[in-house]
């Protein structure tokens, strides 16, 4: 529920989440058999994508991306290609990170990250 909140504290607009979040969640439905729990979480996600605009793949998300990959790979701290993503369409747009997955994301250099899930 706090994220919830969380999100009902900002203006619409103001909250975006990044295209390769939106493929990971439809990968994560797609692994689920077939069943109730499934159809709810399709329509919840439905609903999340009707409501919440994306942040775009653009060239300085790919740059970001180059940077992020090679930064953690020279100091041996890798992290999966999604996750980078992110971080990348965060940096690139200047704006927080929220996640629940601070171990990942802590390592990429100047990305602020908050979590929403306490």
Known sequence: MVFLERLASHAPGEVAIP??????IALGIER???SKRRNALQSRFDLICA??????????VSQAYGR?????ERRGSRIED?????AAHALSSRARLVTANLTHM??????????WSR
């Open 19 to 24: 295209q390769p979040v939106i493929a990971e």
């Open 32 to 34: 689920l058999p077939r």
């Open 51 to 60: 409501e919440i605009p994306r942040t775009e793949w653009t060239d300085a």
């Open 68 to 72: 992020i990959k090679a930064a953690l």
């Open 82 to 86: 999604f996750d980078a993503a992110i």
């Open 106 to 115: 802590a390592r990429v250099p100047r990305v602020q990250i908050e979590d």
